[in-house]
């Protein structure tokens, strides 16, 4: 059963990086509607954990800088990718006083076993119906576009990256997270 799963969201997965690379957009509307307004509070959510905190707040981090990567499927190539690289760059974040979380339609047991069989120290939130998702403007039809935000100690969206590689996303979070603290703190 978990094989099958696994194969669809891989099959899922592939057709939506088709989709996204497929997009010609260049302004920030992208693939999931119109993410929040930069220099704005960043939309509050509160969901599911896979870290057995049972829920997770954005004003939980309060006093802290959060990456917000919003992801398709746990277990798909570039998710996983994306994923190792956020945790192998993990202590540099936490030198930045800044926590990552990873959101995603998946639940939590997914979330969990991703977690475990990839060594992640971060949470990942379930998403299941989508609201985070549509608040980040990272939300299409059944799944969570991939898009990252920075959010600054007060609570205010300071980046959106909505054309994600998620093999250099990390280290380009961490070249503008190098930027926005040297503006904003």
Same mark, same amino acid.
């Given at each position: 059963?978990?094989?099958?799963?696994?194969?669809?969201?891989?099959?899922?997965?592939?057709?939506?990086?088709?989709?996204?690379?497929?997009?010609?957009?260049?302004?920030?509307?992208?693939?999931?509607?119109?993410?929040?307004?930069?220099?704005?509070?960043?939309?509050?959510?509160?969901?599911?954990?896979?870290?057995?905190?049972?829920?997770?707040?954005?004003?939980?981090?309060?006093?802290?800088?959060?990456?917000?990567?919003?992801?398709? +499927?746990?277990?798909?190539?570039?998710?996983?990718?994306?994923?190792?690289?956020?945790?192998? =760059?993990?202590? +540099?974040?936490?030198? +930045?006083?800044?926590?990552?979380?990873?959101?995603?339609?998946?639940?939590?047991?997914?979330?969990?076993?991703?977690?475990?069989?990839?060594?992640?120290?971060?949470?990942?939130?379930? =998403?299941?119906?989508?609201?985070?998702?549509?608040?980040?403007?990272?939300?299409?039809?059944?799944?969570?576009?991939?898009?990252?935000?920075?959010?600054?100690?007060?609570?205010?969206?300071? +980046?959106?990256?909505?054309?994600?590689?998620?093999?250099?996303?990390?280290?380009?979070?961490?070249?503008?997270?190098?930027?926005?603290?040297?503006?904003?703190?």
């Amino acid at each position: 059963m978990i094989f099958y799963q696994r194969l669809i969201s891989i099959v899922l997965a592939s057709c939506f990086a088709i989709i996204s690379w497929l997009s010609l957009t260049s302004n920030v509307i992208a693939i999931g509607g119109q993410p929040p307004l930069l220099n704005q509070a960043a939309p509050e959510f509160t969901l599911p954990t896979n870290t057995g905190d049972g829920s997770i707040s954005l004003s939980d981090f309060r006093g802290k800088w959060v990456v917000l990567y919003f992801y398709p +499927k746990d277990f798909t190539s570039g998710c996983t990718i994306e994923a190792q690289h956020f945790q192998q =760059d993990l202590p +540099k974040y936490i030198n +930045k006083n800044t926590q990552v979380i990873g959101i995603s339609t998946d639940s939590v047991d997914s979330h969990a076993e991703f977690c475990d069989s990839e060594g992640l120290k971060f949470p990942l939130l379930a =998403d299941t119906k989508g609201e985070a998702s549509r608040a980040y403007g990272s939300w299409i039809g059944f799944i969570s576009v991939r898009h990252s935000f920075i959010i600054d100690p007060h609570g205010i969206l300071r +980046k959106t990256f909505v054309k994600v590689n998620p093999i250099m996303h990390s280290q380009e979070v961490l070249a503008n997270l190098d930027e926005l603290q040297a503006v904003w703190e």
